[in-house]
């Protein structure tokens, strides 16, 4: 039998812009000949030294490429002893031969990826909500159902599908909400990303989104919830029995309110990384979820906030922090559904209704674009048209008062 070598090497083409994350190839090697298979994952190259280091998946991905080599190393004798020609796509071809046999081989394989993807998570978490809507679905769970009518199936199911709803909530008889554009947006964003990681890898020829551009929409977020400056006192002045999760939901909502960081963000707050210049307590850094950078200075309720623990952010379970805003909303005396991300939303008006330039109002927030932050300015624009409007009414039912 022929001599042959694996080699795990690092982007062969060179084509990895410095700190930038690159492929890692597994290299065959027989009599000098070389042919590479891309093992789908990718680290920088400071994270490769022969082996994955410097990640905290470092144990995860070394544990995944051993257990590849020693499927490719099978390939390669089997091909080896029926005389067959060695290249790369007729490796790849017999490599996923066998798992493409498996049931449900494409929600096997996600649920994989899922494990050493490099990703917050949060994030993570969105993945495998999205297997178990695959598992729902039922018409795409294999490599052979990958296809562009199959997306446009899952398209249309995915728009029948209802937020959860609490046992009060079906008690009392609330009818059901269909989700909302911008999570079935979601859900296809999260599903391409895969495809495009298995057209890589040889799992299937072509992603159909590729052939799908422009086909779905994330849907518009004109009208942003936020709570007016009444209501947010309104919360301020709910003061729960210290040491409950009511009360650190209270505390965690208004710290939100007052520092715009997302709840990950939040529950991520290292004291440590702020510098006080003049009294002030100032940092530059970057979101968890994006990696985007974003400006911070804790204002006066949020320090409040931070010294009612020891100068850290209240830590609470995202689930029961949602739980527990509703308490606080009843306790409070508002309409307006709290939710962790409103405080964000919440944060963002305020501030340009101060006015703080939408510029700033953009870092403040870490957004990767002035975009995202306008649709805050549009909805407090549409406010003042409401205000005008309202004006107008009152004068014109005055001026008709006037000549009866």
Not at 215 to 233: A, D, Q, R, S, W
Not at 248 to 263: K, N
Not at 334 to 349: C, D, N
């Amino acid at each position: 039998m022929k001599k042959y070598t694996l080699t795990v090497v690092f982007d062969h083409r060179g084509r990895t812009e410095r700190g930038k994350e690159g492929p890692l190839e597994i290299r065959i090697t027989i009599s000098r000949r070389r042919t590479y298979i891309n093992t789908g994952m990718r680290v920088r190259r400071s994270e490769f030294t022969g082996s994955v280091v410097n990640r905290l998946d470092a144990d995860a991905m070394n544990e995944r490429l051993s257990a590849l080599l020693k499927k490719v190393a099978a390939v390669v004798d089997e091909m080896i002893a029926e005389g067959r020609e060695i290249d790369s796509d007729s490796v790849k071809a017999r490599l996923w031969k066998s798992e493409s046999a498996k049931k449900d081989a494409l929600l096997i394989w996600i649920d994989e990826q899922v494990k050493m993807l490099p990703v917050v998570e949060g994030t993570a978490k969105h993945y495998r909500t999205l297997i178990r809507r695959l598992e729902e679905f039922g018409a795409i769970r294999e490599w052979a159902d990958v296809t562009v009518e199959n997306i446009y199936k899952f398209d249309a199911w995915l728009h029948t599908l209802t937020k959860p709803q609490t046992a009060a909530d079906i008690q009392a008889g609330v009818k059901p909400v269909k989700i909302t554009d911008a999570s079935v947006w979601n859900y296809h964003k999260n599903m391409k990303t895969l495809l495009y990681r298995a057209e890589r890898m040889g799992k299937i020829d072509r992603n159909p989104y590729s052939m799908m551009r422009n086909e779905f929409k994330k849907g518009t977020k004109e009208n942003v919830e936020y709570l007016t400056e009444e209501e947010m006192k309104a919360v301020m002045s709910i003061r729960p029995v210290p040491g409950t999760q009511m009360a650190a939901a209270r505390d965690l909502f208004v710290f939100q309110m007052f520092t715009g960081l997302s709840y990950s963000d939040a529950q991520a707050f290292d004291i440590s990384k702020y510098k006080k210049v003049d009294g002030k307590w100032i940092h530059t850094g970057q979101r968890v979820k994006t990696g985007v950078p974003f400006v911070n200075q804790l204002l006066p309720p949020a320090v409040e906030v931070l010294e009612r623990y020891g100068m850290q952010a209240p830590k609470i379970g995202n689930a029961d922090y949602n739980h527990a805003l509703k308490a606080i909303q009843l306790a409070a005396g508002i309409t307006t559904r709290l939710h962790s991300h409103l405080a964000r939303h919440t944060f963002a008006t305020y501030m340009l209704s101060k006015g703080v330039s939408l510029q700033n109002v953009s870092k403040m927030l870490g957004h990767t674009n002035i975009t995202q932050t306008a649709r805050y300015a549009k909805v407090l624009a549409q406010s003042v048209h409401d205000d005008f409007a309202m004006i107008a009414e009152m004068l014109k039912e005055e001026t008709e008062k006037g000549e009866q």
